[in-house]
């Protein structure tokens, strides 16, 4: 059984940082795309960004130059570091992860999501 369990959110004013952390554990072989998805009140989840197993990286146009995701292959670990974050940025932050558990089995796995507000 494999489990996606996302931290770090919190409430902070604009302007100011977060870091989000995501951890997968239990039966996992190998990890291939990570990403972080948002979701706001009333609007459709988004991609915010993602990195795949060699590194590289894409993110939506709304957070480049501000925002930085990196992974911990060892710990099977993907983080968000949040700067200058805007009124707009805030929402319900969501890790999704495309993991191998076996020969040939990869399934996409979904955090129960963190809430991340930031106060003007």
């Known amino acids: 059984q494999v489990q996606v369990v996302e931290s770090g959110g919190g409430l902070v004013q604009a302007g100011g940082s977060l870091r989000l952390s995501c951890v997968a554990s239990g039966r996992i072989f190998s990890i291939n795309y990570m990403g972080w998805y948002r979701q706001a009140p009333g609007k459709q989840r988004e991609l915010v960004a993602g990195?795949?197993?060699?590194?590289?990286?894409d993110y939506a146009e709304s957070v480049k130059g501000r925002f930085t995701i990196s992974r911990d292959n060892a710990k099977n670990t993907v983080y968000l570091q949040m700067n200058s974050l805007k009124p707009e940025d805030t929402a319900v932050y969501y890790c999704?992860?495309?993991?191998?558990?076996?020969?040939?089995?990869?399934?996409?796995?979904w955090g129960q999501g963190t809430q991340v507000t930031v106060s003007s």
């Open positions: 999704n992860a495309d993991i191998v558990t076996g020969r040939g089995l990869n399934h996409f796995y």
């Open positions: 990195i795949n197993s060699g590194g590289s990286t």
